[in-house]
């Protein structure tokens, strides 16, 4: 039967139905979308500097929170794309991406907790996991070294997190394994020879290195790229009884840069001049002067520090860009270390 409607009206009725379409596609996203600058804008305005608050509140207790969160927002985008995976806490029979053995200091996952309670209270189930640590590794790129820019937001939590997915490139790994890797993910030469230089601040874990001090090939105990200066000050920190198959001590730890102006908190160019001369502590630091292209970058980095902080703005806008999830994928998880369901 047909429905007894004045023409006029019925055509009125279609009308405010296609308004209200068109308000409803507005409002649910489409299932996949891109990143924006200040996504949040009109949903949670105040986000970006919730979390810039928190990061600055921490790392005035403990500076040590800037290269942390730098390297978190590194692990999470290198496994599975910037989908906050790596902040799943593991459950019983399934191993979350922070039980993989390079979790090595991945310390100050609760900063994340910290910010995303912030934003909670301001505006609940609105700004993902994912974003907070996109946004609180850009914060700790501009306190530690004036690296500043504009991050697009809008990526959504992942509800995958395995461990035995983890396949971030080994601290030993050579140049060509390490450009190989970075490729897979869509970065370039200039993406891994710019972010490495990130390797100026913080520690690296004896442990990493022993081989290039005591064991490195059958044609040199110690690894000779190593400046000779170097290696007798890394043997008297990593003496050969901290680190065996008995002790696998987690507790001694050096610079990545001994040569650092700023210290080991401070994002500066200072990581150039060390790899040019053979001053880099990680292998994979060092291969970088082993590569043309590389060393090329390397050099004009070592002499404008200028370009280097532009590059470092670009290449973490990009790393920021690796495999999201957007629009209606995945969720804005509740809590940063589980899944909602
Ligand atoms: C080939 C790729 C990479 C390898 C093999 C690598 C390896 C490492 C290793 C072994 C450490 C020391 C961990 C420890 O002993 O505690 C470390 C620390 C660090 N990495 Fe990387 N990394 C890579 C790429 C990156 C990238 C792309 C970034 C930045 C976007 C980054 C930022 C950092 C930072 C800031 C630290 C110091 C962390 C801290 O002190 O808490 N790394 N990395
Ligand atoms: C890193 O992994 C080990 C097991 O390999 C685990 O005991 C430790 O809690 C993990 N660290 C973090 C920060 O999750
Ligand atoms: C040992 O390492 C050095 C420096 O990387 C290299 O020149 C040499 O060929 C290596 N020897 C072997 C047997 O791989
Ligand atoms: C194991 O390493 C620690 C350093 O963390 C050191 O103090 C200790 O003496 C080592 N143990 C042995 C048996 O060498």
């Known amino acids: 039967m047909a429905l007894k409607v004045p023409r006029h009206s019925l055509l009125l009725l279609l009308a405010v139905g296609a308004v209200q379409a068109a308000a409803a596609s507005a409002a649910v996203p489409p299932p996949q979308a891109q990143l924006q600058v200040s996504f949040y804008a009109r949903s949670c305005p105040r986000a970006e500097a919730i979390v810039r608050r928190v990061v600055r509140r921490r790392a005035a207790r403990d500076r040590s929170v800037l ?6 927002h590194f692990h999470d985008c290198f496994v599975r794309g910037c ?10 029979g399934h191993p979350a991406e922070k039980e993989a053995p390079p979790n090595l200091t991945l310390r100050m996952l609760d900063v994340v907790d910290d910010a995303k309670a912030a934003v909670e209270e301001a505006c609940p189930g609105v700004v993902s996991c994912a974003d907070i640590v996109a946004l609180a590794a850009r914060d700790a790129a501009a306190m530690a070294g004036r690296v500043r820019y504009e991050l697009p937001t ?8 395995s461990a035995a997915e983890v396949n971030l490139p080994s601290p030993s ?3 060509a394994e390490a450009l190989s890797a970075f490729r897979s993910i869509g970065l370039g030469v200039v993406d891994l020879t710019t972010l490495l230089g990130s390797h100026t601040m913080g520690f690296c874990h004896c442990g990493l290195i022993m081989n290039r001090l005591y064991n490195y090939n059958s044609t040199s105990p110690f690894d000779p790229t190593m400046d000779a200066g170097l290696l007798a000050v890394l043997r008297r920190r990593c003496p050969p009884h901290v680190v065996t198959p008995q002790n696998q001590s987690r507790d001694v730890i050096v610079p990545m840069n001994f040569v650092a102006p700023l210290g080991p908190f401070g994002l500066d160019n200072s990581f150039y001049p060390s790899v040019l001369a053979g001053r880099a502590v990680l292998q994979i630091d060092q291969e970088l ?5 590389a060393r090329r970058i390397a050099a004009m980095f070592a002499s404008r520090p200028g370009n280097f902080r532009v590059q470092f703005a670009k290449s973490m806008v990009k790393l920021g860009g690796v495999n999201v999830l957007t629009g209606r994928q995945g969720e804005v998880r509740l809590n940063c270390r589980r899944f909602n369901s």
């Not at 790596?86 to 459950?91: A, E, G, Q």
């Not at 809008?154 to 997190?161: L, N």
């Open 83 to 92: 989908d906050g995976s790596v902040l799943i806490d593991s459950t019983p």
């Open 289 to 293: 002067a082993s590569s043309g292209a």
């Open 154 to 161: 809008g990526r959504r939590d992942g509800t995958v997190s």
């Open 67 to 72: 290269p942390a969160l730098i390297r978190l």
């Open 173 to 175: 790994a050579s140049f």
